[in-house]
């Protein structure tokens, strides 16, 4: 922050106070000064961490959705397509972190994070990556009792 000085007047304590913080002379605040310290870092450093975060997510590591809804798809006549409550635990590729965090960050409604969530989980689950269920037009992701996302 530049200095003590800069520092003492955000915090509101004397330079002299983090002069001795910084020399090791006083090593726990008080629970006022602690509060303050812990939310000033936070300020600072979360929104760094949560965009390594999702860096990392949307292009090595992925997502994991975690769903209790209502799921059903679109598929030929003669198929079993019935809506029914499931319960999925899904990690989804990096190409569908990326895909979220970017329509969240353009401001994309619920509805929009909904269908690209219902994609997701189309390829992943339903058609298992290609190896299934090809002919699948649709799913519908619906009455979402839970929804959970996790790096």
Do not use: C, N
Not at 90 to 106: I, K, T
């Amino acid at each position: 922050m530049g200095g003590t000085k800069a520092v003492a007047q955000m915090l509101r304590i004397s330079q002299r106070t983090v002069e001795r913080y910084v020399k090791d002379q006083i090593k726990k605040p008080r629970p006022d000064l602690a509060a303050r310290l812990e939310r000033e870092v936070k300020k600072r450093w979360q929104p760094q961490i949560r965009a390594k975060a999702r860096q990392r997510a949307a292009t090595t590591g992925g997502i994991v959705v975690d769903t209790r809804a209502r799921l059903g798809y679109t598929a030929p006549i003669g198929t079993t397509d019935q809506d029914r409550i499931r319960h999925l635990t899904v990690a989804l590729p990096p190409q569908y972190a990326a895909r979220l965090f970017d329509a969240q960050e353009a401001g994309a409604t619920d509805q929009q994070l909904k269908e690209i969530a219902a994609e997701a989980l189309k390829e992943v689950y339903f058609q298992d990556g290609g190896r299934r269920a090809g002919s699948l037009e649709e799913v519908r992701f619906t009455d979402i009792e839970h929804l959970e996302f996790d790096l």
